[in-house]
């Protein structure tokens, strides 16, 4: 009789082994999330792409506006002029990353429009021939002459002036966006590097075109 009693416990527990117990809740429970998820406040909001701004030729400018189909025109921006001023004239291209927002908020009323109201300052990064009127790029040529007016007027702007500029911008801004000492340095950084760029694109009597895509 021990011998059965024995023999039946040692199924029990060879049974228990191969069953599982009953699982803990946090055990169970999924994470909502990865740890490499994207948490939303964290994406690229639309207006935070990179601004580029380039030195053009009247001969590129014709070709430019003789496609009549707006895409054609960005395909030509980024096949043609990208590579050949990339690579073959850096000093007539000038990279303001994300700051090019900023900048022209401060040298305007503090609104990122295309409105001509602040003329020749606002010409410096929005204002200016839209060559591409979707909301995918943005492509806003400026005349030798407008190149001329705007250049001369940030001439004018020394450091003092442009951060009484930069934090006057205020409740303007996007709520990606926030004023701070670190991005005003940024921001500064690049007026000073499109400045110096537009000098250059004056003396040679270009065009210059900004460009942005979101």
Known sequence: MEILENLATGIQQAIATLIPGPI??????????????????????????LGVHFALTD???????????????????TDEIEEEYFETHPDLVVHSGKAWDAMHRALTDGDLSYDEEDYPLDHVILAGELLYTGSEYILSLKTP???????????GIDEAEFRTRYFAIGDQLSEYTRLSEQDFEATWKAFQSVREFFARAKDSGRHVLFTADQ
Not at 145 to 155: H, N
């Open 24 to 49: 803990d809740a946090a055990e169970e429970a999924e994470p909502t999330s990865s740890p490499n998820a994207t948490n939303p406040q964290d994406e690229e909001p639309a207006m935070s792409r």
């Open 59 to 77: 001969a590129e400018v014709e070709t430019l506006r003789g496609l009549e189909d707006e895409l054609e025109r960005v395909e030509f921006i």
């Open 145 to 155: 002459q407008q190149v001329a007016d705007a250049e001369e007027a940030m001439q």
